[in-house]
């Protein structure tokens, strides 16, 4: 089946530092990917589309120069936390659509980020 | 504005007490609806897509039916295994990006 991972699973970084995310869809090419942050006990909420060869395209409140996304090929999008700070420690999880699947999407395991 | 609203927010039962999550929903031309399992810590797991009001899809314990305004998760003789957050969310064909609205979720505890 569809399968999409991320690394790192958990991360633990000091304020101020930068921290990258990856997702790969390990069996499929993504020109589309998409990244959420969820708070505990929350649903997801969407940050950013991620499109391969083009810039992203952030969703309002969201700021672009803090989380860098980068699609670099058909199977890989990052996400960057620049200067990270202890509000940003969050759960990330991207998901990717499987094409001619009917839309479905499938999501990474998450990374949880956890800024001290 | 499209919005997905989902309830209850949490739901306990017993093991083998069948029960119902509902997915309420307003969109601008549905292209899908679509059902995840999360549990804690960990990515959702795609279980269903729905397309059109009347349509139902079968797994296991699950079954999802959709109508124009909202869609029915239903659980048959739950286990404790069953135990989750169950999300919904859609994808409006307004979007050209096909990105989902998520509702808040139901988290169901399945006792023994």
């Known amino acids: 089946g569809a399968v999409v991972s991320q690394h790192p699973s958990r991360v633990i970084c000091k304020s101020g530092t930068s921290v990258k995310i990856e997702c790969r869809s390990l069996d499929f090419q993504a020109t589309t990917m998409f990244w959420y942050r969820q708070f505990p006990k929350k649903s997801l909420m969407l940050m950013a589309t991620?499109?391969?060869?083009?810039?992203?395209?952030?969703e309002q409140g969201v700021e672009k120069d803090k989380f860098l996304i980068n699609h670099a090929s058909l199977t890989l999008s990052t996400l960057t936390v620049t200067s990270a700070h202890p509000e940003d420690s969050s759960f990330y999880i991207c998901?990717?659509?499987?094409?001619?699947?009917?839309?479905?999407?499938?999501f990474g395991p998450g990374t949880r980020l956890t800024v001290t | 504005e499209d919005q997905v609203t989902q309830s209850p927010e949490a739901l306990r039962l017993q093991e083998g007490e069948s029960s119902s999550l509902n997915c309420s929903y307003t969109?601008?031309?549905?292209?899908?609806l679509f059902w995840y399992r999360q549990d804690p810590g960990k990515g959702p797991e795609f279980l269903f897509t729905l397309y059109s009001a009347g349509e139902e899809k079968e797994k296991e314990r699950l079954k999802a039916t959709l109508t124009k305004k909202e869609s029915f998760l239903h659980i048959t003789a739950p286990k404790p295994e069953d135990s989750a957050t169950y999300l919904c969310a859609v994808q409006s064909g307004s979007s050209n990006t096909g990105k989902l609205i998520f509702g808040q979720g139901t988290t169901l505890q399945v006792k023994p």
């Open positions: 969109v601008s031309g549905l292209r899908g």
């Open positions: 998901s990717a659509p499987r094409q001619g699947h009917s839309y479905e999407q499938y």
């Open positions: 991620s499109n391969e060869g083009s810039k992203a395209t952030y």
